[in-house]
């Protein structure tokens, strides 16, 4: 039973233009959400989090937005730049209860 | 800088050896887990601890064991290991009761031959 699902294995972005990239989830009790980076080798960076009171929360060049009627979250990047290239994990989590993550989407930025 | 640590980095090692894999943290974190990763797959859970004494098995069978005897220390051991142990074991952890993710460790990659 996958409570955090990531269905883009895979992304492919021109540098300098946005990055989207979703996460669904089907526990309407999680009431925070992260996304992490991780490069090959490397263990998993915190990127950016969002409350569930939220729907929106932005650091920077990145931005999660929280749909929670549609339970479903996006992450996105602008500009793009090739640094960025990596896999991307979206975890949920409820209280003091394990995390939950997605399978990762591996974003390439192209030249 | 790290605030938790894992070693070795990378690791080769025959069928049947035993080992271990270390992991530490400096931030009194009361929660500790290991996930296992193959490349392009999902991280998989295979132990917690929630203090020490504390252990317990994740959402992926293991046939590691682990132990927390200290807070600091959650060391990860393979009585036997076969190629199929081959993959990334990643060390995190979080402070019990936090809304805040985890901070994990630079991992293992583990190739057994």
Request: charged share 20%; aromatic share 12%; hydrophobic share 30%.
């Amino acid at each position: 039973d996958q409570q955090v699902k990531q269905n883009s294995p895979s992304l492919s972005v021109q540098e300098g233009r946005i990055s989207i990239l979703n996460c669904d989830y089907t526990n309407s009790m999680f009431d925070y959400f992260l996304w992490y980076k991780k490069y090959p080798a490397e263990g998993p960076t915190f990127l950016i989090s969002i409350s569930s009171i939220k729907d929106k929360n932005e650091d920077g060049r990145f931005t999660v937005f929280l749909n929670k009627s549609a339970k479903h979250l996006s992450l996105h990047i602008v500009p793009s730049q090739p640094g960025d290239s990596a896999v991307y994990f979206c975890a949920a989590g409820r209280g003091a209860q394990k995390l939950v993550f997605g399978q990762g989407t591996r974003l390439t930025i192209n030249p | 800088e790290a605030d938790i640590y894992q070693t070795p980095r990378y690791l080769v090692i025959g069928t049947g050896k035993k080992i271990t894999l270390e992991c530490s943290q400096t931030m009194g974190h009361d929660k500790m887990y290991w996930y296992q990763q193959d490349p392009g797959m999902e991280l998989h859970l295979i132990h917690y601890s929630y203090g020490v004494n504390s252990t317990e098995k994740g959402d992926l069978s293991s046939e590691s064991t682990v132990s927390r005897i200290r807070t600091e220390h959650f060391p990860l051991t393979l009585e036997s290991a076969r190629p199929s142990h081959t993959s990334q074991y990643l060390c995190a952890s979080t402070q019990a009761g936090t809304s805040y993710g985890y901070t994990f460790g630079s991992g293992t990659r583990l190739t057994v031959v």
